[in-house]
């Protein structure tokens, strides 16, 4: 479809105009938020611009629509739910567990039902005399019954919603009593909605119980592995379309043995066990590092961040890995790189003729508004706007890395926000999550819903840069968009 391409207008410009709607008190705080990628100080290394004078991690503005999750999402529904040989309660009214039930998209390995138990739903299901009188024994008596109903799970997580905080349910001291009780994990996480501005807050408290109730007394006890000199975990990948499988494929291939991959089709055991690896590999930084550092500061064990999307990344960050061992691994290494490359050498013959010079503006949470970034160059495309949900400081500085001069970034923006962005820089493309996607097809402009591949993927590694590819391609020049004229075009 012909489309039109809009006056020229600096991103400096339109936030202004943006704001201008606001009352003055809002359009102060909001401005704080929004800002230009500016070309990068002199002398600092790997940063292409400058991000982080952009503020992030607070409160949204009470009255302006945000599409931030909540702790209670952050710790179950990202960190703790694709945990598969584990049972996740969500304690409290149904609501918060039905509306987090199974909707990521984590891939596992097992019988449902038997050893795996990802794409189940268990809530203590409250009621008002629960609330009046409080739930504890309601809670033990759904860990009972969740024992003898799956005798093969391996531990429970206790998944507070917002009421147990409000009443004091003491959820540590049942999870001590039904541990002693059935001889299982128990692990009480206060995870309330309420806590922080974010779900962010939900995984820094989600990686606090890992550290406080799996992995450091699993190794105080003493855990039956004796670990190798290639051995790693894989950290923050959730399995979304199957991403970390082709992940944990391209580091076996360079002769690296994954000893824990989680929390995406990760098992107790393998958490059990990470601080026995020689590196911890981290995905989605935003969600993990704090584990990671817990496990450094603890028990040695150095990490490392990587990017698996789109070839450049990968081979970048294979050979990054690499040279944290030997020459065998790093010889292995090239010789993938150099495996994949007629495949990517296709990938690009067949779609870079037809995506070549589109523009994108992304809006998504964790790690993918930098990390999906160079895919998209890889094709040829180019990002005129990039911005994260629950980020904090550290992910606006690394996306200099990534982004260039110029870069419209906006941080937990608002629908009305993102709405006038895209109808005034009217992008070839948008990714963002499911509450954005509708709404931005109703105004004309191609989707990909970006949070869980929009049912599709894997997106990592050189097979997932394949699917990605032709994703791009299908939403951008799918004939439809030539069906109907956009909002600006019709008449008043």
């Given at each position: 479809?012909?489309?039109?391409i809009?006056?020229p207008?600096?991103?400096?410009?339109?936030?202004e105009?943006?704001?201008?709607?606001?009352?003055a008190k809002?359009a102060?705080?909001?401005?704080?938020?929004l800002g230009?990628?500016?070309?990068?100080?002199?002398?600092?290394t790997?940063?292409?611009s400058?991000?982080d004078?952009v503020?992030?991690n607070i409160?949204?503005?009470?009255?302006?629509?945000t599409?931030?999750?909540?702790?209670?999402?952050?710790?179950?529904?990202?960190?703790?739910g694709?945990i598969k040989d584990m049972?996740?309660i969500?304690h409290?009214?149904?609501g918060?567990?039905?509306?987090?039930w199974?909707?990521?998209?984590n891939?596992y390995?097992?019988t449902?039902?038997?050893?795996s138990?990802?794409?189940f739903q268990?809530?203590?299901?409250f009621?008002?005399?629960?609330?009046?009188?409080?739930?504890?024994?309601?809670?033990?008596?759904?860990?009972d019954?969740i024992?003898?109903?799956?005798p093969?799970?391996?531990?429970i997580t206790?998944?507070?919603?917002c009421?147990i905080?409000?009443?004091g349910?003491?959820?540590?001291?049942?999870?001590?009593?039904?541990?002693?009780d059935?001889g299982?994990t128990?692990?009480p996480?206060?995870?309330?909605?309420f806590?922080?501005?974010?779900?962010?807050?939900?995984?820094?408290?989600a990686?606090?119980?890992?550290?406080d109730?799996?992995?450091?007394?699993?190794?105080?006890?003493?855990?039956?592995?004796?670990g190798g000199a290639?051995d790693?975990?894989?950290?923050?990948d959730?399995?979304?379309?199957g991403?970390?499988?082709?992940?944990?494929?391209?580091l076996?291939?360079?002769?690296?043995n994954?000893?824990?991959?989680?929390?995406?089709?990760?098992?107790l055991?393998e958490?059990?066990?990470?601080?026995?690896?020689?590196?911890?590999l981290?995905?989605?930084y935003r969600?993990?590092?704090?584990?990671c550092?817990?496990?450094?500061?603890k028990?040695g064990?150095?990490?490392?961040?990587?990017?698996?999307?789109?070839?450049s990344?990968?081979?970048?960050?294979?050979r990054?890995?690499?040279?944290k061992?030997?020459?065998t691994?790093?010889?292995?290494?090239e010789?993938?790189i150099a495996?994949?490359?007629?495949?990517?050498?296709a990938?690009k013959?067949?779609?870079?003729?037809?995506?070549?010079?589109k523009?994108v503006m992304?809006?998504?949470?964790?790690?993918?508004?930098?990390?999906v970034v160079?895919a998209?160059h890889?094709?040829?495309?180019?990002?005129?706007?990039?911005?994260?949900?629950f980020?904090?400081g550290d992910?606006?500085?690394r996306?200099g890395?990534?982004?260039?001069?110029?870069?419209?970034?906006?941080?937990?923006?608002?629908g009305?926000?993102?709405?006038?962005?895209?109808?005034?820089?009217?992008?070839?493309?948008?990714?963002?999550?499911?509450?954005?996607?509708?709404a931005t097809?109703?105004?004309?402009?191609?989707?990909?819903?970006m949070?869980?591949?929009?049912?599709?993927g894997?997106y990592?590694?050189y097979d997932g840069?394949?699917?990605?590819?032709?994703?791009?391609?299908?939403a951008?020049?799918?004939?439809?968009?030539?069906?109907f004229?956009?909002?600006?075009?019709?008449?008043?």
């Open positions: 479809m012909a489309k039109d809009p006056d207008i600096t991103p400096e410009k339109l936030i105009d943006v704001l201008s709607a606001y009352p809002s102060k705080k909001r401005a704080k938020h230009v990628a500016e070309a990068a100080p002199e002398g600092e790997g940063i292409v400058k991000c004078t503020k992030s409160k949204s503005v009470p009255g302006v629509m599409i931030r999750g909540c702790a209670y999402a952050g710790s179950k529904g990202v960190v703790w694709p049972v996740h969500s409290g009214p149904v918060c567990g039905h509306y987090s199974s909707q990521r998209r891939y390995t097992g449902t039902g038997v050893d138990f990802v794409t268990f809530t203590t299901d009621q008002e005399k629960d609330i009046v009188f409080g739930g504890d024994k309601k809670l033990e008596k759904t860990i019954e024992n003898e109903l799956f093969l799970v391996k531990g206790i998944q507070s919603e009421p905080g409000l009443i349910d003491d959820i540590e001291a049942v999870a001590k009593k039904k541990k002693a059935i299982k128990i692990v996480v206060r995870c309330e909605g806590r922080g501005v974010s779900q962010s807050l939900g995984h820094h408290i990686n606090d119980m890992l550290r109730w799996v992995i450091d007394p699993a190794q105080e006890a003493g855990v039956d592995y004796e290639y790693v975990n894989i950290i923050g959730y399995n979304i379309g991403d970390a499988w082709s992940s944990r494929i391209l076996e291939e360079i002769g690296l994954v000893i824990g991959c989680w929390s995406g089709d990760a098992t055991a958490i059990e066990r990470a601080p026995k690896a020689r590196l911890n981290i995905h989605c969600s993990m590092t704090y584990i550092r817990h496990m450094e500061e028990y064990l150095a990490w490392m961040e990587y990017n698996f999307f789109g070839p990344q990968i081979a970048a960050s294979l990054a890995i690499a040279s061992f030997d020459q691994i790093q010889d292995k290494a010789a993938v495996k994949y490359q007629p495949l990517v050498d990938v013959a067949k779609y870079m003729p037809r995506l070549e010079g523009r992304l809006y998504v949470g964790g790690l993918r508004p930098r990390h160079t998209y890889d094709l040829g495309m180019e990002i005129v706007g990039t911005g994260y949900e980020a904090h992910d606006y500085k996306t890395e990534y982004v260039k001069e110029g870069t419209l970034i906006y941080d937990d923006v608002s009305y926000e993102l709405e006038k962005f895209i109808e005034t820089l009217r992008p070839d493309l948008v990714g963002s999550g499911i509450k954005e996607k509708y097809q109703k105004m004309g402009i191609p989707f990909r819903q949070h869980s591949w929009d049912y599709s894997p990592h590694g840069f394949a699917i990605f590819a032709r994703d791009m391609d299908l951008i020049n799918n004939p439809v968009w030539g069906l004229d956009a909002p600006w075009k019709k008449s008043a």
